[in-house]
């Protein structure tokens, strides 16, 4: 069987065009170019300038998709399971308690093995009202089945919700994707971003194709059956192997990307490492805390002090061997969550909890600290990293923790 040989970028027609974007709009971009069947929409902050930006190009011709605004987010979630049911591409989103009004079509969409594209705009949970970033939200639905994916720049938001539709559509996986976003950091802050053709993208992400699982007329099959007791065990081993699978087509999707596009880091898809080379510490975290982040690494790397930064992408599935066998190397990681998992062990966060678990297997393992910051918004200042590391780094000289988490830049 002959090689395929992937075109790049240079060879698929004319060039990509650098535009000043926000992530929501990098986002938008990402459904026309994908050319997505079905988006529907509800309002609420700071999801709701994706719904904004779709409107506009479907307003001017740019994108051809049934654009449904529903009653709640609930209906806008149950409209495109059954849109994807039938063979569409779909799009939705939403954020904070508006994504938790939408639970019950959420949990459906991940058993059904429905290849839905989601876009969280992080936001704190009410009550108090909050409009500032928290990663709770998208979080809840770590154990019901969907893959789950954090992004960093408006650039990384675009192509991720390519690749996205690429790895949820593979007949091997079949499963829904939540993309987090970071509110006002990432969702209405604006980058320069290279827009990729639509040749290349076509290239990249075949059209939706069901199959026989294609629910259609002339082929009578049964979605979302009553089981009761019966099957609902091997129903869920079916989704457990698929999220297996998942590790690997991600990693494929990767390679395919950067062949393409020409961007991308297909040796480590699940986690970006910064200045970790010669580290002796890490701080681990999600998100658009990557930039204070590396500016305090930076300034900490002129004092001599050797800390490096590994942000993670992919938290379903969670990348636990590879993850093993990049924080092994360090003497102490710091994870930084911007969540907190109430009555938890040890009372840490969410991402603190799934390292630390992934970790205990090995012989030499690191100390782990978890650190609760930036919740609600409030910004990781370069202060706070420095803190953080400073209490990582004395874990690492000592041999001991002290305590397993810390609340960092709390008031009083």
Known sequence: MAETVVPR?????????????????AIAQACRLADVDVITAYPIRPYDTVMQAVSKLIANGELDAEYIVAESEHS??????????VGARVFVGSSGVGWFYAFEAITVTAGLRLPVVAMVGNRALDDPGAFGVGHSDALAVRDLGWMLVWVDTAQEAMDTALIAWRVS?????????ALGADGAFLTHSQHLVKVPTEEQVKQFLPPYNRGDKTLHPDNPITIAPQVNEDWLMEIRKHNDEAMKRAKGVIKEVYKEFKEIFGRGDPES??????????AEIVLVGMGTLAMPVKVAIRKLREQGKKVGFVRLRWFRPFPTEELQACLSRFKAVGVIDR???FGSPSWGGVVFNELRAALYPLQQ???VIGFICGLGGREVTIENVIEMAGITQKAAETGRVEQDNYWIGLRG
């Open 365 to 367: 393992r690191p100390h």
């Open 339 to 341: 969540d907190y998992s």
């Open 9 to 25: 970028a240079e060879t698929l027609g004319r060039e990509e065009q650098e535009a000043l974007l926000s992530g929501c709009e």
């Open 76 to 85: 806008q979630f149950e409209i495109v399971k059954h849109a994807s049911a």
């Open 169 to 177: 559509e593979d007949p091997r996986v079949l499963l829904p994707c």
């Open 269 to 278: 898809p699940f986690f970006e490492e910064y200045m970790t080379e010669d």
